[in-house]
């Protein structure tokens, strides 16, 4: 069955993939390399994360190639290299997903520029450099697309480009922030307004990642404002949602990142985003294989 059906067919919850970034810095991948140059580098190393997130219930191999349009490479020099970024990041993904898993291709907003009249970059700059990523991404056969970042116009322009070159699924994640207004997109959308704008282009599942769900300290809080976030997005679309928080705001301790809220108060929240619209749930930074163990274990 493929995605499409599944989620049309059936009343399954899938598990997100596993934030490979966290993962990946405590297995040696420091913080100043390009992540996919550091994935081709260090394949194996790459391939034994999928492989324990898929063993820990992930639905999903994410290619981990945010970072890889033109414009988020050529700060590393890599901008010659996009084709073999993406088109290697998936297929090394390809090599380790089972039947009724997929390889989910992670695209981006553009980076340090934006899309005019904000930023100095055209409309036909943006998408000739999603074709690029994309068309890459889809030889190296990808099975869904996440396109998600902080600017939804040019999300849409991703999705644009997406949907002239192929009939796979998408799944469009904004990133919200917690504002004295509620939540919003750096650019100001609510998440009823940018979840309408998403289903309008037909994306197939609409979601909310990363961020700042919450500018509360008290971890208790961390997730169930996630389920607000969801019931927020429900009310500008029908279709299925995603949610993917980051496991707390990060902190320093000893010199490393650590995210600080767990996975029991992970798992204690999922039913609610469940009940609330979420079909697929996972977390963002900081969230470990063990949170993917427990939530897989309770849903
Ligand atoms: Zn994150």
């Known amino acids: 069955m493929d995605l499409r059906e599944r989620l049309r067919d059936t009343d399954e919850i899938l598990l997100h993939y596993v934030p490979l970034h ?8 420091d913080l100043e390399s390009h992540l996919s140059e550091w994935i081709i580098n260090n394949p194996e190393k790459y391939q034994d994360a999928l492989r324990q997130s898929f063993a820990a219930g992930c ?15 050529e700060p590393f020099g890599l901008r010659d290299r996009i084709h073999e970024l993406n088109w290697r990041s998936a297929k090394l993904a390809k090599e380790v997903t089972p039947p009724g898993r997929y390889v989910l291709a992670i695209v981006s907003t553009t980076n340090p520029d934006f899309l005019e009249p904000l930023g100095n970059m055209t409309y036909d700059e943006v998408y000739e450099g999603y074709k690029e990523q994309i068309s890459a991404l889809l030889e190296g056969g990808i099975d869904v697309f996440l396109i998600v970042g ?6 849409l322009i991703a999705i644009e480009v997406a949907r002239d070159l192929c009939d796979v699924p998408i ?6 922030y ?9 650019m100001g959308d609510n998440p009823i307004k940018a979840s309408a704008k998403l289903e309008e282009v037909g994306v197939d599942v609409i979601g ?5 769900m919450t500018k509360s300290l008290d971890t208790s809080e961390w997730y169930p404002a996630a389920t607000t976030l969801i019931k ?3 009310k500008g679309c029908r279709g299925p949602l995603s ?3 980051d496991a707390g705001l990060a902190q320093l301790a000893d010199g490393k990142t650590v995210y600080p809220v767990s996975p029991e108060e992970m798992v204690d929240e999922v039913k609610a985003w469940v009940d609330a619209g979420a079909r697929i749930v996972g977390g963002c930074c900081g969230t470990s294989l063990e949170h993917y163990r427990k939530i897989s274990a309770a849903t």
């Open 232 to 234: 927020e997005m429900r």
């Open 243 to 245: 949610i993917q928080p």
């Open 171 to 176: 799944i469009s994640q904004n990133i919200f």
């Open 59 to 73: 639905d999903f191999a994410c290619t981990m190639t945010q970072s890889s349009s033109p414009w988020r490479a």
């Open 208 to 212: 909310g990642s990363c961020g700042l």
């Open 150 to 155: 902080n600017h939804i116009d040019e999300a």
């Open 178 to 186: 917690s504002t004295k207004n509620g939540f919003r997109t750096m």
């Open 22 to 29: 966290s993962l990946l810095a405590d297995w040696g991948k």
